[in-house]
């Protein structure tokens, strides 16, 4: 085992598993940034690292997203794909985080898709900062409730804010246009939440101001966090695919600007299960795409 604490040749995105299996370590460690080196000494990556490696003979490279514009998330997988690790670069080779983690899939959910096809209820240019089938491009992959949800932000030069992130309105998604995803029913509007200071959330009404849309074959569409008394529609009003319904904001569990976005199987979003979203173009994006929907 590698347990140099000297500076090392950098390992690339490419190289990492092959490096991680062959235990070297302090080469990741040293290519780490400030704040990762902050979380977790050197001696206990290595012990946890060696822990992980255990029966592992190969780890594959699964995927690579974009969680900004200069930083790529690379996903592993053991041969036996239990076991998963995910690690970030910047495009000068810093390392920017780490997870090991068991690697949890949910197949029979997975398989099964909406019958009615939707769109991203957004206009213009929006970004995906969660989106997809593992936890790793998707926290809420883990919850029933909000398994295929996705999380929606709009990015410019790699930020998703101008000046100062202290203010809601410098989020480049604040009180932007969010539409119906499809034909509908509103079957229910919470208004009146206010908007977070950004860091902040609000636990106690986790989904902010918020509408569900009934649609045919027992489908229903939430868009949650928006913008305080910024919603347009009233329940048992009926909206058209591309309707203006309200305005992102950042209310709720949310500690900055941006659209939760899911489809489930009931009008009450914790006591169904999410829907995978099969949507009018035929894409499904994932957690580093950019959409333009309209």
Known sequence: MEKSRKQTTKISPEEFGEAFLNGKFSNVYHQSTVEF????????????GSDFNAMVKKYNLEMVTNLKEDIKQYVWLDNNRKKVISVSYDDNDTIYGINLAPFVTYPESDRRYTKNRYIMPVKGEWFVFWGG???????????DEQRYAYDLIILKNGSSYSDSPQKNENFYAYNKEIVAPADGFVTKVIDGVE???PGEMNPDIPEGNCIIIEHTNNEYSMVAHLKNHSILVKEGERVKKGQVIGFCGNSGNSTETHLHFQVMDSPEYLKGKSIRIRFEDGIEPLQGDFITPF
């Open 37 to 48: 080196k902050n979380v977790i000494t050197l001696d206990q990556f290595i012990e946890y």
């Open 195 to 197: 908007d977070n200071l």
């Open 133 to 143: 089938i593992n936890q790793f491009i998707n926290y809420h992959y883990v919850i």
